[in-house]
């Protein structure tokens, strides 16, 4: 990726819905460049602009971390059977306590229960399952961003962003068939537009166009950027599991979720309460993070860091190395 790409994912970032020309205009690029670029990021599997459906419309429950130890030489083998389960958002081969980190999403009609009991500490390969409940998701990746822009470039964008300010829905229940159906296609593609949705849905575009407002205006899906940080200059991973003072967690979450390198921050159960996943360029950048800014943090009594060695799936897309894969079916449910 050179700047010009950078500079668009960037953007993207900031306004993932932002029409091309407009885009071209904030940013001083072409119109036919960016339209060029984005079809190029795209078919390569660098970058997708997907949808982030609202949690309480497709899950049952808090999501659970996993740590997981394996036998030796198994990690990879137990990851890649991880992926067969749809409600495995996230997973990440790690040194440090645990073989493998995993973000396990009770979506409807799952059995969680038997997941981390049964079905998968069972599979061929895991020694152990440590698994921690989601209290609090104070940050997700969809918040994260890497500088590039200029203020004024920043608010430009804005304009280009719908607000979420409709009552949010209860259930994927209440839609109706064409705002469900625009819904799966906004998941897949989250800059379709009325007329795209139009004609894979065989309405008319302002059909579609009111269907993909209301989606947007209540939250029901928020478009996000999806591109592998190690594409975009960020290649180390870490996770770190701090056990904090009671009365001193909620600062720690506040200051943590601030960090330009923070990608997830929960509140957990277990002994080390806060849990932060985050990015960095260089192994100088996680050190000075854990001297500086963790060394900072009111109540911080003990830390452990476990650094990622390959991310295999992130927000339920299969990866390969810095190439994304499509989404797995089944998140909607009804």
Known sequence: MDETDLDIVAALQAAPRVPANALGEILGIPTSTITRRLNRLQ???????????????????????????????????????????TEIQFVMTTSGTGDIYADLYPLHGSDINDLVTNRIPSLAGIRSVESRLVLDSRRVGQNWRF???????????????????QPALNSLDDLSDLEFGTMCELGR?????????????????????RAIQMLLATGAISPRVEVEP?????????????????????????????????????????????????????PTDLADFITEDIGALPGIRTMDTSVGLKVMRRYWMDREGAFIGDQVEGLLRR
Request: charged share 15%; glycine share 4%; proline share 6%.
């Open 43 to 85: 078919q390569d599997r660098i970058m997708k602009v997907i949808g982030r459906f609202a949690w309480p419309l497709i899950l049952s429950g808090n999501p659970q971390q996993l740590w997981i130890c394996c036998e030796p030489g198994q990690s990879t083998h137990v990851a890649q059977q991880l992926k067969a389960f």
């Open 147 to 165: 500088q590039r822009l200029t203020p004024e470039q920043t608010e430009a964008l804005s304009t280009h962003v719908i607000p979420v300010n």
């Open 189 to 209: 593609n989250a800059r379709a537009s009325a007329a795209e949705v139009a004609r894979t849905l065989n309405v008319s575009s302002s059909s579609a166009y």
């Open 230 to 282: 190690s594409a975009v200059g960020f290649p180390l991973t870490a996770v770190v599991s701090l056990q904090v003072k009671p009365n001193s967690i909620a600062a720690v979450l506040d200051r943590l979720s601030s960090h330009e390198s923070a990608r997830m921050i929960a509140m957990v159960t277990g002994q080390a309460p806060v849990v932060f996943h985050g990015v960095f360029r260089s």
